[in-house]
């Protein structure tokens, strides 16, 4: 018999319970949301017999519980406690060992943007070669991954780049009730190696954007080469994305497109004015009077 005790600790998202151990509980963590995905989890599929229990997480020292808004954690978090240990104590195990799959070793962590409607979530997983973007759900015709965020009432754009995937909320949500839920969503579809994107379906909404087999004039060579090597990396840095669309010289004005974090972003007009416009001016002097952001 074990003698196991657990600690009960509030969490920022007032529905999510944590019930934490100075033992090792588990190896890794491990989300379930609903019975049917905790086979292998005898005390989550114990725990999801409970009616106001939504979701089950698994951790090395902590066992978390999201709840539906039936009841409060206070009516309830002393007898699943009492549960839990009772479980832990008669010697169960969290998660049974079963044949290895090819897991990826996956870390995803969220990063805020510009854009306060903006959520960039960082892997140490490449994703795309291409950049994706989504505007909504309609849109989407390559990619099983914005598929499955579109799911979510709260996400309204998705933009997939090589190792991050920027999320446009809508307003019925803040940030700080979803991150976690998108995160762990995230996190679980890449290691389970299921389909970032289907390569031999074309995305059709970039059809404004230059293609490199389009026999470009030499201001529009010099313009392509400086938005790669100076301002792609700083705008992707704030999970967004640039592209040239076209020069038109009679007026010397660049259009560009915006995506991701960028697009509706509110710093974005002084961005493009006081950053990407500046640093064209300098470089190419003489050709650009002015930048403006494509909407399409």
Not at 34 to 39: C, H, P, T, V, W
Request: charged content about 25%.
């Amino acid at each position: 018999m074990k003698n196991i005790a657990l600690n009960i600790e509030k969490t920022k998202i007032a529905t999510i319970l944590k019930f934490t151990s100075k033992d090792i509980l588990t190896s890794g963590s491990h989300q379930y949301n609903n019975i049917d995905e905790a086979k292998n989890a005898p005390l989550a599929q114990q725990l999801f017999r409970l009616p106001f229990v939504k979701r089950v997480y698994f951790s090395v020292n902590f066992i978390a519980l999201e709840r539906f808004p039936i009841v409060e954690w206070s009516d309830v978090q002393e007898e699943v406690k009492v549960q839990i240990e009772n479980y832990l104590n008669e010697g169960g195990v969290l998660v049974l060992e079963e044949t290895p799959s090819k897991k990826i070793p996956v870390e995803v962590y969220a990063e805020s943007t510009p854009n306060p409607t903006v959520l960039k979530f960082i892997t140490n997983i490449k994703l795309v070669d291409k950049d994706l973007e989504f505007k909504n759900r309609e849109e989407v015709e390559n990619s099983p991954l914005a598929l499955e965020l579109f799911n979510f009432s709260f996400v309204k754009e998705v933009f997939i780049s090589e190792n991050y995937v920027s999320i446009t909320k809508n307003d019925t949500a803040e940030w700080n009730e979803i991150t976690i839920e998108l995160r762990s969503f995230i996190r679980q579809y890449i290691a389970d190696g299921k389909t970032i994107f289907l390569e031999n379906v074309v995305q059709k909404n970039v059809s404004e954007v230059y293609t490199p087999d389009i026999e470009l004039d030499d201001v529009s060579k010099q313009i392509v080469d400086i938005l790669e090597e100076y301002i792609k990396p700083a705008v992707a840095a704030d999970g967004g994305n640039i592209l040239f669309q076209s020069y038109v010289q009679s007026t010397k004005t660049v259009n560009v497109i915006l995506q991701g974090a960028c697009s509706g972003c509110p710093s974005s007009t002084i961005t493009l004015k006081n950053g990407i416009e500046n640093i064209l001016k300098q470089l190419i002097p003489g050709e650009i009077n002015d930048v403006v952001a494509v909407n399409y």
